[in-house]
């Protein structure tokens, strides 16, 4: 494999898909030796056909808002890979969804699920309805509509959504009502992410956050550190964000910082277990704002319009709301002010640029597909227990997603050190994923 040739080719057939080319780039960039130990690869062509999608669905979703008026967006699944189980992945409703973003995720999810330890294949799919500002009427309504038209697609053997950044439990409840009604059949595993009583796993809602606090633990153990009074800053208020500072929290970590699309709020004192459970009513409003963070809570928290997390003192950054939110600029002021250590929980959260800068700097990185894959780890578990007609408690989902996060990082650490004894994590998830599905594509013939 030659890895400028085919990003030539590829940047030729999708031209503009940006951020689909740069997670297609930094896979292949780390794979490449590996892939050029083994002919059968290439003579199989393997990676051509990894880097085109399964299939593409797109469609359109009309429905009616609050003030009487018809509203059109567009909608899209995306059947990345379907090499190791059935397609797997979230959804996203933000106004910026389009096809690159959805590819890129898809194709990130694919080689996460192959890390996962669990038979799913990857997937992603979404909106480009922008939920801020919409009431929880017409939130539903726009569920139902999306439903109407996916529900054909999906299946719980055959593609199976969840949750994504615009998409919680709020959101597939009301997705699922829909496609009960229109499949007639109950179908509990059709989607995950669900509310508990009816089929959710316990601790879906926290999977994500917590996955990625227990796979921090383990690369700062694996490097001779505690991450008890350390300081962290992260950036959203969503679900991911609200699981990693409750962990983080609950492990003696200071959670200094949370930010949005407005700017940043310092917390000095570290973030409380009541400031925790307000994330959850600022996700809830669709306000969108940070700022209510400190309105509510003036004398912990102190809110600065347009600067990012990455602006504050921490020991840690995480990154939990979307791609490339840290650039190489942002990377270089966080190394200035003594940041040691980046664990990307959103997907694609640093550019390349803010990559290298950290690995050219001894920083500690991980990558998102390693760090986040806790979340869809914990939907896998979610359908096998609907396959079996079963429900687990969370200390036993909790204990699952503790041996899934420790397989992670001994996958990372198996593929990723290199000669000078140094862990490349990028390299070691990026290999680790690549070579289950490889493996699976090639005894399954040409298709
Ligand atoms: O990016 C992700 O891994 C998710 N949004 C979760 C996907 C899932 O199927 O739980």
């Known amino acids: 494999m030659n890895v400028q040739n085919i990003m030539t080719n590829l940047e030729a057939k999708h031209p503009g898909e940006n951020e689909f080319l740069q997670a297609v780039r930094e896979v292949l960039e780390s794979i490449e030796e590996v892939y050029n130990q083994h002919p059968e690869f290439e003579k199989a062509k393997i990676v051509e056909r990894m880097v085109e999608p399964d299939r593409v669905f797109t469609f359109r979703v009309a429905w009616v808002d609050d ?15 379907g090499a190791i189980g059935p397609y797997k992945g979230g959804l996203r409703f933000h106004k910026a969804v389009n096809l690159s973003m959805l590819k890129f995720l898809g194709f990130e999810q694919t080689f996460k699920n ?42 719980p053997d055959t593609d199976v959504p969840a949750g994504d950044v615009g998409v919680g439990g709020r ?20 989607l995950t992410g669900k509310g508990s009583t009816w089929g959710g796993s316990i601790l879906r809602p926290e999977a994500t956050g917590f996955g990625a606090l227990y796979f921090t633990e383990h690369l700062l153990h694996k490097a001779g550190k505690d991450i008890k009074g350390l300081t962290i800053a992260l950036s959203g208020f969503g679900n991911v964000a609200w699981g990693a500072a409750t962990k983080a929290t609950e492990l003696g970590a200071k959670v200094v910082a949370i930010s949005g699309p407005d700017g940043v709020c310092e917390i000095p004192g570290g973030i409380t277990k009541e400031m925790i459970d307000y994330m959850l009513e600022m996700r809830a409003s669709n306000r969108n704002k940070v700022e209510d963070m400190a309105t509510k809570f003036p004398a912990a928290a ?14 840690i950054a995480l990154p939990c709301a979307f791609q490339n939110e840290l650039n190489e600029a942002d990377a270089k002021e966080l190394i200035a002010n003594g940041t040691w250590c980046c664990c990307e929980v959103s997907n694609m959260g640093c550019t390349p640029e803010a990559i290298h800068t950290f690995q050219t700097n001894g920083i500690l990185f991980a990558p998102g597909k390693a760090v986040n894959a806790g979340g869809v780890a914990t939907s896998g578990l979610e359908m096998t227990q609907n396959a079996a007609h079963i429900s687990w408690s969370a200390k036993e989902v909790d204990d699952k997603l503790h041996f899934i996060m420790e397989s992670i990082h001994e996958a990372c650490v ?16 990026n290999i680790a994923g690549f070579m289950k599905v490889a493996q699976a594509m090639l005894e399954q013939g040409v298709c």
């Open 114 to 155: 192959a890390l996962t330890t669990l038979p799913m294949g990857g997937g992603k799919g979404g909106s480009d309805f922008d939920p801020v500002g919409k009431s929880d009427a017409e939130i539903m309504r726009f569920c139902q509509a999306f439903m109407w038209e996916l529900w054909q697609n999906i299946g």
């Open 171 to 190: 959101e597939i409840g009301y997705m699922y009502g829909m496609y009960k009604k229109l499949a007639r059949e109950y179908n509990t595993g059709v």
């Open 302 to 315: 102190k809110f600065t319009a347009g600067k990012k997390a990455w602006s504050v003192k921490c020991d």
């Open 414 to 429: 198996k593929y990723g050190t290199q000669a000078d004894g140094k862990i490349d994590y990028v390299k070691g998830a």
């Open 67 to 81: 003030n009487g008026e018809v509203q059109t967006n567009l909608g899209y699944r995306v059947q990345f890979n």
